[in-house]
């Protein structure tokens, strides 16, 4: 009963999603940006496939977080400030199903965004990597592209569950975009900063902070673990178990992001 | 003795905090017998609304307990065995009539088969038929109660909860929905609805509760509300007026 | 034409009007304030662990901006002619900048081929001379491109023709050599020059490997032309005293005497308009007409 109830709340939610005018106009532009890989390829002279790989899989990520950012965390905040919720809990529905069926809804929302922007930037690269076999990445593959867009939805997820927390405690929408946002940066860049206050001995303020910095990366997600941009595009290793690693982190990071969403959000007063 | 449909005990509830603290129930005592209509009526602001929320459990309260057929709220699973209608529908834009029912009615645990008979019945009750594929986005206010209606029925529950179920609906609308309302009674469901129209709450009610500033006035059988002469509003009104006069 | 059309005509006008006084003059104003406003302000001038962190996931795409803005600010700048046409404005160059903007750039994708070839390729020439600077570049380049033989090769030419460290040249070059698919005249190269011999014919292989890949709008492009050419009139000489002393028996005192015998039916032509001079070691030079009377500098063999 838990599990369908959960399903039927993600299909609700991606049947929602997918039909908002929102999300076909961020993808449709992204779909032209891809396209523009073409020209922009055309502006260098060498390495012309790396740029091809690179400008593809950043216009996903770019994509990806606006409809986090945008249409995830609106369709959290219409069903709060429209009083949509109450369609939902006034059946037998738990908190954590709701909030986990919705964060499944919008997690096939962004799988099925990035299969499309997916395919339409490697319809680009394809061309360019055709058209300028000189410039081809010496062990470039197709497969490692792969890995590495899903590692890219793998790391929206987990920045989806780190604003359904956010949405969890806010007290307002656009504090919990704020909160979001805020740990998009620091996920992206907690692990420069681990490195730089543990290897540098004159860190400004951090300088002996190693322990709190260390602390803050566990708590913190590891974005920069899922950007596979450089492997794919220059045909770097990419093994299999680091990409296991990977999904297994993702997943395991989620469910405890949504564990303590469910906790927090249960304090809320709902009217 | 039957056990009561709605039975709420000592409620309090108070929001914000400080100089913005604001008592909305105080001490709210009530008890609702299974097969009755009961009229939950007050001026704007009263705490009707709220009650109500506490009900569903979409607010905790700061005291009381509050049981449904015999189910804590808070411990114990009710839900399925409630419908409820909000003062303002409020559906995903983007789905369909029917899928909207689908989605109440899965959430309800209800068979396949089941639901294939009750949703185009409840469509056709509700004169929904025509916009069964159309996106509930472009519904007409008057069709949004409609579908809240049918939504709250799609699981046949014992106890139906309506928050001003004609507010804001035109006289045809808000005839469909009393004879809906007189029809469920019929089939011997529990209908507890707040409102501030009080022909409504005339035409269609067994006993009624007044509340007012979160304080319970009156609650009993219309006819002794009555007793005292004048019509339903000069009673109604003479009441929230010796109210006021107390407190100040 | 009704009366309230002609007013929102007129409107219209004037607020278009406006707009294009004001972005033509502010269009105006930032090409006088020329490259160095450009230069001064950009994302570039960050710390590296700054740069990092502003780039995000998003590394790479800057990175491949930042060396399109130094392409952009490298480019040829042409100006109106007022009889039609254009001519070509010598630009003023902010090389620490420019520098900057590559390293920036390295900071954020170190393997991007683009941003050390076009520095190597503008940086340690005349009037950049950031010779260490581009080794710099061009070592990181080699670290993170192990596929790639043209770091080594560029590092090795760097330290062949700029910095006159033959046998550190020979060493690059064997580097290059390793790496597969490298072509088959580096480890030639780099044991010539690694055993310091045999130099005239290895500067001509040398100079010729890195013409294959240079732009004629290239800075040094001529310069390395001329001087293939010189070290091929020195090789044409230096083959014709060795058949003199094949012939002989003995190494010739002069340049006349090869022509005068016929070993050398004529001078070859020097692109530096100077005579080629022969010294008492019999070393051939082609930018030292007066080696037989003073020592050569060899501290200096870098062409004018």
């Not at chain 2, 409504?200 to 979160?214: F, S, T």
């Not at chain 3, 991007?112 to 380049?141: D, R």
């Not at chain 3, 090789?235 to 003199?244: D, G, K, R, T």
Request: charged fraction near 15%; include cysteine.
């Amino acid at each position: 009963m838990h599990v369908r109830n959960i399903w039927f709340l993600a299909l609700a939610t991606c049947t929602e999603g997918i039909r908002h005018k929102a999300l076909w106009a961020i993808v449709c532009l992204a779909v032209l940006l891809t396209m523009a890989n073409l020209g922009v390829t055309t502006l260098y002279s060498w390495d012309l496939g790396k740029v091809s790989v690179e400008f593809g899989l950043s216009a996903v990520a770019f994509t990806g977080l606006l409809l986090v950012f945008f249409l995830g965390m609106k369709i959290l905040a219409d069903d709060l400030e429209r009083s949509r919720i109450f369609m939902l809990l006034s059946r037998p529905v738990s908190i954590w199903q709701y909030l986990t069926g919705k964060f499944l809804g919008l997690a096939m929302i962004l799988l099925l965004a990035t299969i499309i922007l997916g395919l339409s930037a490697a319809l680009s690269m394809h061309y360019v990597l055709w058209k300028y076999p000189a410039y081809v990445p010496p062990n470039f593959s197709w497969l490692t592209y792969v890995m590495a867009l899903t590692c890219q939805w793998l790391s929206l997820v987990v920045l989806l569950a780190m604003s359904v927390l956010c949405f969890s405690f806010a007290s307002h929408p656009f504090v919990a975009l704020l909160l979001a946002v805020s740990s998009y940066l620091v996920g992206q860049n907690m692990e420069l900063l681990r490195r730089v206050v543990v290897e540098n001995p004159k860190a400004g303020v951090l300088t002996g902070q190693e322990n709190l910095v260390v602390a803050l990366s566990w708590i913190f997600p590891n974005l920069s673990l899922f950007d596979k941009k450089y492997a794919a595009a220059y045909g770097m290793a990419f093994i299999g178990q680091e990409f296991m690693l990977l999904c297994l982190y993702s997943i395991s990071y989620s469910a405890l992001l949504i564990y303590l969403s469910t906790l927090l959000f249960k304090r809320k007063e709902l009217a | 003795m039957t056990i009561p449909a709605i039975e709420i005990i000592g409620l309090d509830k108070c929001f914000g905090s400080g100089r913005k603290k604001n008592q909305a129930l105080h001490n709210l005592s009530l008890t609702i017998a299974q097969g009755e209509v009961f009229g939950f009526l007050g001026p704007n602001g009263a705490g009707k609304s709220t009650t109500i929320k506490l009900l569903l459990r979409f607010l905790k309260p700061d005291n009381g307990s509050l049981h449904v057929l015999g189910n804590t709220v808070g411990h114990d699973e009710f839900r399925h065995q409630i419908g409820y209608l909000s003062e303002v529908p409020v559906f995903y834009d983007h789905l369909t009539a029917i899928e909207t029912l689908l989605l109440s009615a899965r959430l309800s645990g209800m068979t396949r088969q089941v639901i294939n008979q009750r949703i185009p019945m409840l469509l056709e009750r509700m004169t929904l038929t025509e916009a069964t594929n159309r996106r509930v986005g472009g519904f007409s206010k008057g069709m949004k109660q409609r579908l809240g209606m049918a939504n709250a029925l799609i699981h046949d529950p014992e106890v139906l909860i309506f928050d001003e179920p004609m507010s804001g609906l035109d006289p045809l609308g808000r005839y469909q929905i009393k004879s809906l309302i007189a029809e469920l009674k019929q089939e011997g469901k529990t209908i507890f609805f707040s409102s501030h129209i009080l022909s409504d709450i005339e035409a269609l009610c067994d006993r009624i509760a007044v509340i007012h500033k979160g304080v319970l006035l009156y609650s009993g059988g219309l006819g002794d509300f009555l007793r005292g002469g004048g019509s339903l509003e000069e009673r109604f009104v003479r009441v929230i007026e010796e109210a006021d006069h107390a407190c100040a | 034409m009704s009366k309230r059309l002609t007013i929102h005509l007129f409107v219209a006008l004037v607020l278009i009007g406006f707009y294009a006084a004001s972005n033509n003059a502010l269009l105006q104003q930032q090409n006088t304030a020329g490259q160095t406003g450009r230069s001064n302000s950009g994302i570039w001038n960050l710390p590296p662990v700054a740069l990092l962190a502003v780039a995000g996931e998003f590394k790479g795409l800057m990175a491949d901006y930042l060396t399109m803005e130094a392409g952009a600010q490298l480019g040829t700048e042409l100006a109106r002619k007022p009889e039609g046409g254009f001519r070509v404005v010598k630009k003023q160059y902010d090389w620490p900048s420019i520098h900057r903007i590559f390293v920036a750039s390295q900071t954020l994708d170190p393997s991007f081929a683009q941003t050390y070839i076009v520095a190597q390729g503008w940086l340690p020439w005349e009037p950049a001379n950031m010779v260490p600077e581009t080794q710099e570049i061009v070592k990181i380049a080699a670290k993170n491109r192990p596929w790639d033989w043209q770091p080594y090769h560029s590092m090795g030419f760097n330290a062949y023709y700029f910095q006159n460290r033959h046998g550190e040249a020979g060493k690059l070059f064997l580097e290059a050599a390793k790496i597969p698919n490298a072509p088959p005249f580096l480890p030639i190269l780099g044991a010539r020059l690694a055993q310091k011999g045999g130099e005239t014919e290895t500067a001509i292989v040398i100079m010729k490997s890195m013409l294959v890949d240079k732009n004629p709008e290239e800075p040094g492009y001529t310069d390395m032309v001329d001087r293939l050419h010189a070290l091929e009139g020195v090789l044409v000489i230096e083959q014709a005293a060795n058949s003199y002393e094949k012939s002989t028996g003995r190494k010739p005192s002069s340049l006349a005497e090869l022509t005068a015998s016929g070993t050398l039916a004529a001078m070859p032509p020097n692109p530096y308009n100077l005579d080629y001079c022969m010294d008492a070691a019999g070393v051939i030079y082609f930018d030292n007409p007066d080696c037989q009377s003073s020592p050569p500098d060899k501290s200096n063999q870098q062409q004018r």
